[in-house]
């Protein structure tokens, strides 16, 4: 039986322990609970008789574990010693419900070392009950560079001009293991379709990743590494401006525009020359001329020969 619930769900999941399981020593159905990582984790188990004065003992893995234990209203939470160290603080009970012999508890902020067999046993009832519970605790995707080595690492990534309306990203995964699994991704979360190139070599793949970007796609896109096995995710991200699709003809348009600008620049200098000497012509030649000068008027009187 598989129960995958958090507390919002405790209730459905002890509804179906009452109801759809039993157990017993000579062959307990297992009951299967599956959470994520960080959450809390509801183990089921029940019996038909009251609680409150009676002994109930969850362990883990065939008894290597103390998880809770219940005895006549002691505890692990209120006295009781006994617990291992790595469930202390971070298992509960239902008081209020041992009356209706709910023996269920919930483990907080689970790790993945959480993930295994629990037993829940009622030693002092007759017949003895034993209930099988598995919890299966699954990765929360995180980066786990500084907790796991194996964790691949930051992708690579650069931008290659191909033509004038297209561009080139190029991302590595280099030297990872377990092999991840590399994706191109736009800034709104869609993948863009690539073919990986993948190298195996030392016991570590490299993997490149090739994508196409038009004048018509640009943006933040990601590359993203992501190894399930272990939980790892991390990424790379690299802007496509739209600028980029505009320097190749750009580059072009300036240096005409440029050119052009300094011929038409040219060309009013040089009317406005012309018409500046033309100007000072015609003032030279429409003077009057006096005194015998012929550069206009004297300022001596003429002397007799």
Not at 82 to 98: A, I
Not at 167 to 190: I, M, T
Not at 219 to 236: K, M, N, P, S
Request: neutral net charge; contains cysteine.
């Amino acid at each position: 039986m598989f129960c995958f619930c958090g507390l919002k769900a405790h209730f459905l999941c002890f509804l179906a322990l009452v109801f759809g399981t039993s157990g017993h020593e000579n062959g307990p159905e297992v009951v299967t609970v599956v959470v994520s990582e960080g959450s809390d984790a509801f183990l089921p188990c029940s019996v038909s008789t009251s609680l409150v004065q009676e002994l109930f003992d969850w362990r883990k893995d065939q008894n290597k574990q103390d998880v809770f234990m219940y005895e006549n209203y002691s505890h692990y939470n209120n006295g009781l010693i006994g617990q291992h160290d790595q469930f202390k603080g971070r298992v509960s009970h239902f008081q209020q419900q041992l009356q209706f012999g709910n023996a269920s508890i919930v483990i907080r902020n689970t790790t993945i070392s959480d993930g295994g067999n629990y037993t829940c046993h009622f030693p002092n009832l007759e017949p003895e009950q034993i209930f099988s519970i598995k919890l299966v605790v699954r990765y929360s995707l995180k980066d786990r560079r500084r907790e796991n080595a194996r964790a691949a690492p930051k992708p690579i990534v650069w931008l290659v001009k191909d033509t004038e309306d297209q561009v080139q990203l190029h991302c590595v995964v280099p030297g990872a293991f377990p092999k991840p699994e590399v994706l191109w991704k736009e800034s709104n979360g869609d993948i863009v379709p690539a073919e990986p190139q993948v190298l195996y070599r030392g016991d570590h793949y490299y993997i490149t990743l090739l994508i196409t970007v038009t004048a018509t796609n640009t943006g933040l896109f990601h590359c993203v590494a992501t190894q399930e096995e272990i939980g790892h995710v991390i990424d790379a991200e690299i802007r496509v401006p739209d600028k980029q699709f505009k320097s190749s003809y750009g580059d072009g348009v300036l240096a005409g525009l440029f050119c052009a600008g300094f011929v038409t620049g040219a060309s009013v200098v040089l009317v406005l020359c012309v018409l500046y000497v033309r100007k000072n012509y015609i003032k030279k030649v429409s003077a009057p001329k006096t005194n015998g000068s012929c550069n206009g008027e004297s300022s001596q009187p003429l002397q007799p020969l």
